[in-house]
């Protein structure tokens, strides 16, 4: 079965750019979308097809996906953007599939 | 406003059943395919099962033989019926809005919980 995998945790520095992979068998033959869940809420989509963003999504938030590895990245990151990260992808056989989630913290 | 709500959640003992229900509002139910995607304590997202809007399923391998997803188009109600039940289920479920072409989710219910436990 297809599996994606996250890094469990990433931290950053309030106003730096941090970058969250995720990581797959030829991923970016694939579509990536990401989702933020923070604590005792639903999750949120944040970007799909891999680069696009939801309206009222800021834009300091950006994916790319290439190889094996999709990425989204938060630029200029805030105190609000600290919660958890899924990416999420389709396969024909798996169907959908999540990664692990990266609980993003914000120093 | 697109708005799905979940219901019939609770605490049910191993090898029992539970039907969790979605309710939907504010778009066209009968044109989306719909998910139920679950989310165990402290863990992450696991896709559980869909429905296309024939009505044809799909299912996770985990899941496969006991739950059944049903929609009632009529109703702007999306069901999942769980079957012999086991702990390992125990999670929040969210039922979630596919848009498509490319698979993803735009909306997502509050999420029920299930506990499964003696």
């Known amino acids: 079965s297809y599996e994606l995998t996250q890094a469990p945790s990433v931290s950053v520095s309030a106003g730096q750019t941090a970058s969250i992979t995720c990581s797959g068998d030829k991923l970016g033959n694939k579509y990536a979308s990401w989702y933020q869940q923070k604590p005792g809420q639903s999750p949120a989509l944040v970007i799909y097809q891999d680069t696009k963003r939801p309206s009222g999504i800021p834009e300091r938030f950006s994916g790319s996906n290439s190889g094996n590895t999709a990425t989204l990245t938060i630029s200029g990151t805030q105190a609000m953007d600290e919660a958890d990260y899924y990416c999420q992808a389709w396969d024909s056989n798996t169907h959908v599939v999540f990664g692990g989630g990266t609980k993003l913290t914000v120093l | 406003e697109e708005q799905l709500v979940e219901s019939g959640g609770g605490l049910v003992q191993p090898g029992g059943s539970l039907r969790l229900s979605c309710a939907a509002s504010?778009?066209?139910?009968?044109?989306?395919?719909m998910h139920w995607v679950r989310q165990a304590p402290g863990k992450g997202l696991v896709w559980v099962s869909r429905?296309?809007?024939?009505?044809?399923?799909k299912y996770a391998d985990s899941v496969k033989g006991r739950f059944t997803i049903s929609r009632d188009n009529a109703k702007n109600t999306l069901y999942l019926q769980m079957n012999s039940l086991r702990v390992e289920d125990t999670a929040v479920y969210y039922c979630?809005?596919?848009?498509?072409?490319?698979?993803?989710?735009?909306?997502w219910g509050q999420g029920i919980l299930v506990t499964v436990s003696s």
């Open positions: 504010g778009f066209t139910f009968s044109s989306y395919w």
């Open positions: 429905i296309n809007i024939e009505g044809t399923p």
């Open positions: 979630a809005r596919e848009k498509g072409p490319i698979v993803h989710f735009d909306y």
